[in-house]
């Protein structure tokens, strides 16, 4: 690990030379312009230049994967790919998340030497650790507060996501939070709506939380969406914690990374960081941002939970880019730095094996919206059939075996298993 | 124009039908879950859930634009694209920027049905403009601050983008403006380097500035790059206008759009908004956002001068695209919130007329880094064949016509005119 460099890998596509558009990539984002210029000197170049590190060709393709690109003269028709891995010099920006992107990325997803761009991943040298520092709860202290060990963090999201009276709400919270559930969140549609103002929210479902884990013994884990300008960020967290809450979540491509960081240096209780948008960043293969890069931007500047879809979810994702989403939030980043994945999307006690298969861990938030409080014996038997299905996989027991024995389970399958 | 929704067209793929495709867009943004769940009744549907408003086919194709689609039993092969128009209820979110963003955008993205989506416009009701105050200067402020009128505002970018030190910055800058500049501003890759840090640029160059206007009676319009994070915003803020600067530049990007809007709640001087990443969030034509939607959201949250890149730029936009761009900035939003259209990349003196002929304003920023610079005879004769540009377009005299009589012009041709 370089100290005083920060390293990019990108995927590329060119109709050029891997060489030239690897140069043309160091060159945009460091020292160059489209005509030479005065002061333009070769130590400024030595000092400044961003490197190329490595090429490594891939597959050619007969088609440009995005408009606009240029073709040199005499072109044979081919656009090449390739990992193009390049260096930064630290000093150019120093440890500042906003300035590192617009070194990494910046103006490179429009050039038109190039026919398709994608960050892969980001190397980050020690001092954006000691600016930012990341996760203060993560899975351990997520661990701590919910009091769940050993087995997922089981939850659910708040259904129907708009429209709920604040009186219905906390009525429904407090059944869940009777029916031992151990984490709900807000839609990311709901944060502080007319209808339902978040002061109000907060109030009404904390007391119903505080009153069932006074029958319980056990305090439900609410994440409140405090999504909102940089004002209402520190006011709506401030309004969670001094009710008692234990977590706030956020739209992070909503409030910016810069938002996340800002929250991270007063918050008080885990920030659940949801990713919805992300898919505009993603979804097209030669462009955007892998996830791989963009999680750890995320941990550093303060995420202690990160949506990575789920397993056969709803969504266009591949269970392959899942299970390694998941795989990347907890790799260590600095020695630390770990972020719980959440799991979510059409899931139901029946995606826990699959899921626990791929990916070997139990460190992960598991949420379903329907998929368990729709269950037809209610969320309490939902919630059940979520904890059935991941002691079913940790242990090896195949679902339909394991539900013989256990009803709740049983239903689930029935309900959910014909999709 | 409705008070109590929010309006967002899109343009949608899908191997569905158009009409299946945009009530899942309505679903999924609003009421809906993958399973029926108690508590979504009618009542709640009919107040809450988003509404489709228009569909529009356009034509069909036989690839997805995107990964991930899924298709229905039998389908035909054609993935079929359309406008389709939603509206989302404003008590939904409120006139939030932040939630908006959850709401128009969110998940959709995602979504199997889709093999394509990207927001083209929104309409938004007045509640915003009540909540977001817009640009403070825009056109008429920035004009009154340079003391140009009639013409284009005309300036450069810092060359070599990166690396100088603080005294040849300054020294530069001086130069510059005593060569009646109207305006410079800071590379987007070099905000607050550990180098040449801004404190001391800020001191530098409002020197450097001060003096070249006792010396011609014209204070140069510098726009220091303040990017940074949320605490860094308003020091790097106050530090621009203790010195007596008149603009400040972010990436809004790498701030978003709650950066900017917070910024925008205590800036004194006008804000020069930088679009890099933004090739990330459209070049898949197929995903992300049009400008025209993205503009309104950044001139709401408070940008001055929005970039649009420039005619026959070195990027992959089609000149329709930015002529496009330079018309929304300054078509009015709420009756007002006017933003100047910065034109930039790969320009020089000759890319004036052809600008003019397809806007037909002189109401922009043209910005040239080397077409300027690096003249044959120095930045003052490089800026003022910028001028001579602008000049025969407004009155309608071919380039080299105009250039016989004006050896500035002449020589700017010969050295940028080749390409």
Redesign the interface.
């Known amino acids: 690990m370089k100290q005083d460099r920060v390293t990019a890998v990108y995927l590329v596509e060119t109709a050029y030379s891997l060489e030239r558009a690897a140069a043309s990539i160091a060159g945009e984002?460091?020292?160059?312009?489209?005509?030479?210029?005065?002061?333009?000197t070769d130590d400024?170049?030595q000092?400044?230049g961003a490197r190329v590190e490595s090429i490594e060709a891939l597959e050619e393709t007969d088609t440009p994967s995005?408009?606009?690109?240029k073709t040199p003269p005499g072109h044979d028709g081919k656009y090449r790919r390739g990992r193009v891995t390049v260096s930064f010099p630290l000093?150019?920006?120093?440890p500042?998340?906003?300035?590192l992107?617009?070194?990494v990325?910046?103006?490179?997803?429009?050039?038109?030497e190039l026919s398709g761009l994608r960050l892969l991943d980001l190397e980050l040298p020690d001092a954006f650790a000691s600016r930012y520092t990341g996760p203060k709860f993560g899975i351990e202290g997520t661990r701590k507060l919910t009091g769940v060990y050993d087995r997922p963090i089981l939850g659910t999201?708040v259904?129907?996501?708009?429209?709920?009276t604040t009186g219905?709400l906390s009525d429904?919270v407090g059944k869940l939070a009777r029916a031992g559930m151990d984490f709900i969140k807000d839609d990311?549609?709901?944060?502080?709506?007319?209808?339902a103002p978040l002061a109000d929210k907060v109030e009404a479902v904390m007391a119903a939380v505080e009153r069932a884990a006074d029958a319980t013994g056990k305090k439900l884990m609410y994440a409140f969406n405090i999504?909102?300008?940089?004002?209402?960020l520190r006011r709506n967290h401030d309004l969670v914690v001094k009710a008692g809450g234990t977590c706030v979540m956020v739209?992070i491509?909503?409030?910016?990374?810069?938002?996340l960081?800002?929250l991270n240096?007063f918050s008080e209780v885990p920030i659940h960081g949801h990713r919805?948008?992300?898919?505009?960043?993603t979804?097209?293969?030669l462009?955007?941002?892998e996830f791989t890069a963009y999680q750890k931007l995320c941990r550093l500047a303060g995420a202690d939970h990160l949506h990575v879809?789920g397993l056969n979810s709803?969504?266009?994702?591949?269970n392959e880019s899942v299970v390694r989403s998941i795989a990347a939030c907890s790799a260590p980043l600095f020695g630390g730095y770990k972020a719980m994945p959440v799991v979510s999307s059409?899931q139901w006690a029946g995606t826990a094996p699959a899921t626990y298969a791929a990916t070997g861990t139990v460190d992960v938030m598991h949420l379903a919206?329907?998929?368990m409080?729709?269950h037809p014996d209610g969320p309490a038997a939902g919630f059940e059939s979520m904890k059935l299905g991941w002691e079913a996989a940790v242990q090896g027991i195949p679902l339909d075996i394991y539900a013989a024995q256990h009803p709740s389970l049983q239903k689930a399958i029935e309900k959910?298993g014909k999709g």
């Not at 489209?34 to 333009?40: L, R, S």
């Not at 500042?96 to 300035?99: A, D, F, G, H, K």
Request: no cysteine; glycine share 14%.
């Open positions: 984002q460091s020292t160059g312009t489209f005509t030479a210029v005065p002061g333009e400024l170049k000092r400044h995005l408009p606009g690109a000093h150019n920006f120093g500042s998340i906003p300035n992107m617009s070194a990325a910046g103006n490179l997803y429009e050039l038109q999201i259904k129907p996501s708009i429209g709920l219905e429904l990311e549609l709901n944060a502080n709506p007319p209808y999504t909102g300008d940089y004002d209402e739209s491509l909503s409030i910016g990374l810069s938002g960081a800002y240096q919805n948008q992300w898919g505009m960043l979804r097209s293969p462009l955007g941002i879809n709803k969504f266009y994702e591949s059409a919206g329907g998929g409080l729709a959910y």
